[in-house]
């Protein structure tokens, strides 16, 4: 428990640090300084650099924790699996933003991009085990995997779910409210069906590749988990036996 108070007690305090002043910094701004002065881009800029190190500090800060908890413990059978899951990501993300068939994509292009990019960075702090302890374990089972791939479609509908709900077109479909109230009820109905049409044929086949991603991390995991759990004991001493004596 040690190893991640020290982490915990000098990130997480500057983090904190950093927070407190990005949110008391403009109330003090106007105590301290006349109008003028606080215009000034300097000034402006402090609360956004505080904001900015606070979340910095803390995304160093859970680096140093999965490292620290996950460092030559995770096989390589798993790490590989969820590296390339990654990566993959980060290549959608990219195709997503410059591709020029749809403007679907490019609306989430940059989130998987974000997030798949900071899962990377993450990711390659976690050192893995030798290649070679992968042979001392127990092989994956069939339960393993029937289970891990329900823990994904799990996943992937949850998510979908919630991105269809929180993505579907409603009045006033992107137009101004004014302009829209100025439409006819059939010019209405028409922009809703078009509208509809498009996020039903298009941007909902988006959001489901897109969450695709996270399901697979799930599933690489959850597996390599049922594994553990359960193989038998005495598993990696007889795959040891069997690599000596072949």
Do not use: C
Not at 24 to 30: A, R, V, Y
Not at 43 to 55: D, E, Y
Request: charged fraction near 15%; proline fraction near 7%; glycine fraction near 4%.
């Amino acid at each position: 428990m040690s190893r991640y108070l020290k982490p915990i007690r000098n990130l997480g305090s500057a983090a904190l640090i950093a927070l407190v002043i990005g949110l008391l910094f403009p109330s003090l701004s106007q105590a301290i300084f006349d109008e003028e002065t606080r215009g000034g881009v300097l000034l402006q800029s402090i609360p956004f650099v505080a904001f900015f190190v606070a979340v910095l500090l803390t995304f160093i800060l859970i680096i140093v924790l999965v490292a620290t908890r996950f460092n030559g413990k995770i096989p390589n059978r798993a790490y590989r699996p969820i590296e390339l899951t990654i990566i993959a990501g980060i290549l959608g993300g990219i195709f997503a933003l410059f591709q020029p068939f749809a403007f679907s994509p490019y609306k989430y292009g940059f989130v998987i991009l974000l997030g798949a990019t900071l899962s990377f960075i993450l990711w390659s702090h976690v050192v893995p085990k030798h290649a070679k302890a992968d042979a001392d374990l127990p092989p994956i089972s069939s339960l393993a995997q029937i289970i891990a791939a329900i823990a994904a479609v799990a996943v992937i509908i949850l998510l979908v779910t919630s991105a269809i709900n929180a993505n579907t077109p409603q009045p006033p479909f992107g137009e101004r409210q004014r302009v829209w109230n100025s439409y006819t009820p059939e010019r209405q109905a028409e922009i809703a069906t078009q509208k509809l049409t498009e996020f039903n044929t298009v941007e909902i086949p988006v959001l489901v590749i897109m969450n695709i991603l996270p399901a697979l991390l799930i599933f690489f995991a959850v597996r390599e988990l049922i594994a553990a759990f359960t193989a038998p004991k005495a598993a990696p001493i007889k795959a040891k036996l069997a690599r000596e004596t072949g």
